[in-house]
Protein backbone atom coordinates (compact mmCIF):
# COMPACT_ATOMS: atom_id res chain seq x y z
CA UNK A 1 0.00 0.00 0.00
CA UNK A 2 2.94 2.42 1.21
CA UNK A 3 5.35 1.24 -1.11
CA UNK A 4 2.55 2.03 -4.16
CA UNK A 5 2.50 5.66 -3.26
CA UNK A 6 6.25 5.95 -3.19
CA UNK A 7 6.01 5.27 -6.82
CA UNK A 8 4.27 8.35 -7.53
CA UNK A 9 5.45 11.52 -8.41
CA UNK A 10 5.83 13.66 -5.70
CA UNK A 11 3.62 16.25 -7.33
CA UNK A 12 0.96 14.00 -8.87
CA UNK A 13 -2.30 14.07 -7.21
CA UNK A 14 -3.58 11.30 -5.29
CA UNK A 15 -6.79 9.14 -6.41
CA UNK A 16 -9.52 9.34 -4.16
CA UNK A 17 -8.54 4.84 -3.54
CA UNK A 18 -5.12 5.81 -2.73
CA UNK A 19 -6.40 8.62 -0.08
CA UNK A 20 -8.91 5.98 1.21
CA UNK A 21 -5.95 3.29 1.68
CA UNK A 22 -4.13 5.86 3.27
CA UNK A 23 -6.86 7.22 5.24
CA UNK A 24 -6.69 5.90 8.95
CA UNK A 25 -2.89 6.47 9.24
CA UNK A 26 -3.55 9.59 8.15
CA UNK A 27 -6.20 10.40 10.89
CA UNK A 28 -3.82 8.56 12.84
CA UNK A 29 -1.20 10.98 12.50
CA UNK A 30 0.74 7.90 11.29
CA UNK A 31 2.02 9.53 7.98
CA UNK A 32 4.97 11.85 7.01
CA UNK A 33 4.14 15.40 6.69
CA UNK A 34 4.49 15.49 2.37
CA UNK A 35 2.08 12.57 2.08
CA UNK A 36 -0.33 14.00 5.07
CA UNK A 37 -0.45 17.34 2.74
CA UNK A 38 -1.23 16.23 -0.31
CA UNK A 39 -4.44 14.00 1.84
CA UNK A 40 -5.15 17.18 3.42
CA UNK A 41 -5.32 18.92 -0.41
CA UNK A 42 -7.39 16.21 -1.38
CA UNK A 43 -9.82 15.86 1.09
CA UNK A 44 -10.51 20.12 0.71
CA UNK A 45 -11.09 19.43 -3.02
CA UNK A 46 -12.81 15.86 -2.66
CA UNK A 47 -16.56 16.10 -1.13
CA UNK A 48 -17.00 12.18 -1.45
CA UNK A 49 -13.28 11.74 0.68
CA UNK A 50 -14.14 14.61 2.80
CA UNK A 51 -17.57 13.44 3.80
CA UNK A 52 -15.50 10.07 4.61
CA UNK A 53 -12.43 12.00 6.68
CA UNK A 54 -15.44 13.41 8.68
CA UNK A 55 -17.01 10.50 9.50
CA UNK A 56 -14.11 8.90 10.75
CA UNK A 57 -12.64 11.84 12.91
CA UNK A 58 -15.92 11.89 14.65
CA UNK A 59 -16.15 8.68 15.50
CA UNK A 60 -12.34 8.84 16.65
CA UNK A 61 -12.98 12.11 18.88
CA UNK A 62 -16.37 10.95 20.09
CA UNK A 63 -14.86 7.15 21.18
CA UNK A 64 -11.67 10.04 22.70
CA UNK A 65 -14.11 12.12 24.61
CA UNK A 66 -16.54 9.93 25.78
CA UNK A 67 -13.94 7.34 27.63
CA UNK A 68 -10.77 9.72 28.48
CA UNK A 69 -11.36 9.45 32.09
CA UNK A 70 -9.13 11.20 35.02
CA UNK A 71 -6.44 9.24 36.00
CA UNK A 72 -7.43 9.13 40.32
CA UNK A 73 -4.46 11.27 41.86
CA UNK A 74 -4.45 9.11 44.48
CA UNK A 75 -3.18 5.98 42.23
CA UNK A 76 -0.56 8.43 40.18
CA UNK A 77 0.86 10.09 43.75
CA UNK A 78 1.20 6.07 44.90
CA UNK A 79 3.26 5.34 42.00
CA UNK A 80 4.97 8.31 41.64
CA UNK A 81 6.01 7.88 45.57
CA UNK A 82 6.92 3.99 44.86
CA UNK A 83 8.34 5.02 41.86
CA UNK A 84 10.57 8.06 43.47
CA UNK A 85 11.93 5.31 46.44
CA UNK A 86 13.01 2.60 43.64
CA UNK A 87 15.05 5.66 41.78
CA UNK A 88 16.53 6.56 45.46
CA UNK A 89 17.56 3.13 46.42
CA UNK A 90 15.24 2.52 49.00
CA UNK A 91 12.96 -0.17 50.06
CA UNK A 92 9.47 0.90 48.34
CA UNK A 93 6.44 1.49 50.20
CA UNK A 94 3.42 -1.04 50.61
CA UNK A 95 6.44 -4.53 49.31
CA UNK B 1 24.60 2.64 32.50
CA UNK B 2 26.32 1.05 35.41
CA UNK B 3 26.42 2.14 39.10
CA UNK B 4 23.43 2.65 41.28
CA UNK B 5 23.76 6.17 40.91
CA UNK B 6 23.71 5.96 37.09
CA UNK B 7 20.61 3.48 37.40
CA UNK B 8 18.47 5.64 39.64
CA UNK B 9 19.11 8.90 37.75
CA UNK B 10 18.53 6.76 34.69
CA UNK B 11 15.16 5.28 36.18
CA UNK B 12 14.13 8.74 37.33
CA UNK B 13 14.99 10.30 33.68
CA UNK B 14 13.45 7.56 31.61
CA UNK B 15 10.80 5.91 33.56
CA UNK B 16 9.20 8.21 36.22
CA UNK B 17 7.54 10.70 33.55
CA UNK B 18 6.03 7.59 31.59
CA UNK B 19 4.18 6.49 34.93
CA UNK B 20 0.69 8.63 33.64
CA UNK B 21 1.18 6.63 30.74
CA UNK B 22 1.81 3.31 32.12
CA UNK B 23 -1.15 3.63 34.32
CA UNK B 24 -3.62 4.85 31.37
CA UNK B 25 -2.50 1.76 29.38
CA UNK B 26 -2.69 -0.44 32.45
CA UNK B 27 -5.95 0.34 32.89
CA UNK B 28 -7.23 -0.08 29.16
CA UNK B 29 -6.01 -3.54 29.55
CA UNK B 30 -6.69 -4.81 32.89
CA UNK B 31 -10.22 -2.73 32.78
CA UNK B 32 -9.78 -2.67 36.77
CA UNK B 33 -8.26 -0.04 38.81
CA UNK B 34 -6.79 -1.55 41.42
CA UNK B 35 -5.30 -4.09 39.21
CA UNK B 36 -4.09 -1.77 36.81
CA UNK B 37 -1.78 -0.13 39.53
CA UNK B 38 -0.36 -3.26 40.80
CA UNK B 39 0.56 -4.11 36.78
CA UNK B 40 2.14 -0.95 36.73
CA UNK B 41 3.93 -0.81 40.33
CA UNK B 42 5.00 -4.58 39.06
CA UNK B 43 5.94 -2.97 35.36
CA UNK B 44 8.43 -0.42 37.80
CA UNK B 45 10.05 -2.60 40.13
CA UNK B 46 11.14 -5.08 36.85
CA UNK B 47 12.05 -1.63 34.81
CA UNK B 48 14.43 -0.56 37.94
CA UNK B 49 15.76 -4.05 38.09
CA UNK B 50 16.94 -4.25 34.20
CA UNK B 51 17.42 -0.46 33.79
CA UNK B 52 21.30 -1.13 33.71
CA UNK B 53 20.99 -2.87 30.40
CA UNK B 54 18.26 -0.07 29.40
CA UNK B 55 20.01 2.18 26.38
CA UNK B 56 17.98 5.10 26.81
CA UNK B 57 16.09 5.04 23.31
CA UNK B 58 12.21 4.74 23.20
CA UNK B 59 12.25 4.41 27.07
CA UNK B 60 7.84 4.27 26.31
CA UNK B 61 8.67 1.64 23.61
CA UNK B 62 10.43 -0.11 26.51
CA UNK B 63 8.83 0.24 29.18
CA UNK B 64 5.09 -0.78 27.54
CA UNK B 65 7.05 -4.41 26.71
CA UNK B 66 7.61 -4.67 30.27
CA UNK B 67 4.54 -4.03 30.99
CA UNK B 68 2.83 -6.53 28.40
CA UNK B 69 5.56 -9.15 29.65
CA UNK B 70 4.42 -8.42 33.61
CA UNK B 71 0.94 -8.97 32.65
CA UNK B 72 0.99 -11.94 30.88
CA UNK B 73 3.23 -13.24 33.50
CA UNK B 74 0.68 -12.39 36.26
CA UNK B 75 -2.53 -13.65 34.34
CA UNK B 76 -1.31 -16.65 32.11
CA UNK B 77 -2.38 -19.09 34.02
CA UNK B 78 -5.20 -17.49 35.20
CA UNK B 79 -6.73 -16.34 31.31
CA UNK B 80 -6.54 -18.82 29.11
CA UNK B 81 -8.55 -17.40 27.03
CA UNK B 82 -5.74 -14.90 26.02
CA UNK B 83 -4.14 -17.71 23.84
CA UNK B 84 -7.58 -17.89 21.34
CA UNK B 85 -6.41 -16.44 17.92
CA UNK B 86 -8.29 -12.85 18.23
CA UNK B 87 -8.66 -12.86 14.54
CA UNK B 88 -10.79 -14.67 14.45
CA UNK B 89 -13.06 -13.26 16.65
CA UNK B 90 -14.91 -10.44 14.71
CA UNK B 91 -15.44 -12.79 11.81
CA UNK B 92 -17.07 -15.54 14.17
CA UNK B 93 -19.51 -12.20 16.36
CA UNK B 94 -19.90 -11.09 12.56
CA UNK B 95 -21.51 -14.22 11.58
CA UNK B 96 -23.98 -14.60 14.91
CA UNK B 97 -27.41 -14.17 13.99
CA UNK B 98 -29.03 -11.23 15.72
CA UNK B 99 -25.54 -9.03 16.17
CA UNK B 100 -26.16 -5.47 15.39
CA UNK B 101 -29.92 -6.12 15.12
CA UNK B 102 -31.18 -3.27 12.50
CA UNK B 103 -34.19 -2.05 15.28
CA UNK B 104 -31.61 -1.66 18.37
CA UNK B 105 -31.74 1.72 19.04
CA UNK B 106 -32.32 3.16 15.82
CA UNK B 107 -33.41 6.68 17.23
CA UNK B 108 -31.06 7.17 19.77
CA UNK B 109 -28.14 10.02 18.52
CA UNK B 110 -24.51 9.06 17.13
CA UNK B 111 -22.80 9.42 20.47
CA UNK B 112 -25.57 6.26 21.72
CA UNK B 113 -24.42 4.20 18.67
CA UNK B 114 -20.80 4.47 18.96
CA UNK B 115 -21.10 3.18 22.45
CA UNK B 116 -23.55 0.32 21.17
CA UNK B 117 -21.15 -0.49 18.57
CA UNK B 118 -17.84 0.08 20.84
CA UNK B 119 -19.50 -2.80 23.14
CA UNK B 120 -20.41 -5.35 20.11
CA UNK B 121 -16.95 -5.28 18.83
CA UNK B 122 -14.63 -8.01 20.63
CA UNK B 123 -12.35 -7.41 22.62
CA UNK B 124 -9.16 -7.17 21.63
CA UNK B 125 -10.31 -4.90 18.45
CA UNK B 126 -11.52 -2.98 21.21
CA UNK B 127 -8.25 -2.66 23.14
CA UNK B 128 -6.74 -1.54 19.90
CA UNK B 129 -9.12 1.10 19.20
CA UNK B 130 -9.20 2.42 23.44
CA UNK B 131 -4.95 2.20 23.00
CA UNK B 132 -4.74 4.49 19.66
CA UNK B 133 -8.24 6.89 20.19
CA UNK B 134 -8.15 7.20 23.89
CA UNK B 135 -4.80 6.57 25.58
CA UNK B 136 -3.12 8.11 22.32
CA UNK B 137 -0.96 5.60 21.44
CA UNK B 138 0.99 5.24 18.00
CA UNK B 139 0.74 2.11 16.20
CA UNK B 140 4.10 1.29 17.18
CA UNK B 141 3.55 1.58 20.75
CA UNK B 142 0.38 -0.14 20.27
CA UNK B 143 2.36 -2.92 18.74
CA UNK B 144 4.25 -3.56 22.07
CA UNK B 145 1.67 -3.42 24.46
CA UNK B 146 0.26 -6.19 22.63
CA UNK B 147 2.53 -7.71 21.50
CA UNK B 148 1.38 -8.10 18.01
CA UNK B 149 2.81 -7.04 14.60
CA UNK B 150 2.32 -3.19 13.83
CA UNK B 151 0.48 -4.49 10.50
CA UNK B 152 -2.04 -6.59 13.26
CA UNK B 153 -2.78 -3.09 14.83
CA UNK B 154 -3.69 -1.60 11.97
CA UNK B 155 -5.49 -4.15 10.24
CA UNK B 156 -7.86 -4.53 13.77
CA UNK B 157 -8.24 -1.06 14.26
CA UNK B 158 -9.19 -0.04 10.78
CA UNK B 159 -11.90 -3.42 10.83
CA UNK B 160 -12.64 -2.16 14.01
CA UNK B 161 -13.42 1.58 12.92
CA UNK B 162 -15.06 0.35 9.39
CA UNK B 163 -17.47 -1.91 11.69
CA UNK B 164 -18.20 0.71 14.02
CA UNK B 165 -19.05 3.14 10.88
CA UNK B 166 -21.25 0.11 9.25
CA UNK B 167 -22.93 0.13 12.59
CA UNK B 168 -23.48 3.47 12.54
CA UNK B 169 -24.57 3.57 8.94
CA UNK B 170 -27.02 0.84 9.59
CA UNK B 171 -28.97 2.69 12.65
CA UNK B 172 -28.96 6.05 10.47
CA UNK B 173 -26.72 7.90 12.31
CA UNK B 174 -24.02 8.45 9.93
CA UNK B 175 -24.16 8.67 5.80
CA UNK B 176 -23.63 5.74 3.77
CA UNK B 177 -20.03 5.52 1.84
CA UNK B 178 -20.02 6.06 -1.69
CA UNK B 179 -16.94 4.54 -2.25
Known amino acids: MIRRWWRRRPDE???????????????DDELDAGRGQRIAEH?????????????????????AERHHDDLPAESIRRLREFGEHLARGEEPPGR | MTGSTGASDAFATYVLPEIEVLLRV???????????????????????????????????AWLLTILRNTNINRHRKRRP???????????????EPGADAPDAAVDAGFDHEIEVALAELPEVFRRVVELVDVDGLSYAEAAEVLGVPIGTVMSRLHRARARIREHLVRTGVAPRSTR
Open chain 1, 13 to 27: PMTCHEVGELLQHFL
Open chain 1, 43 to 63: LEDCRRCGLEAETYTRIKRTI
Open chain 2, 26 to 60: ARSITRDPVEAEDLVQDTLLRAFRAIDGFDGRHPR
Open chain 2, 81 to 95: ELMRDPDTELERLAA
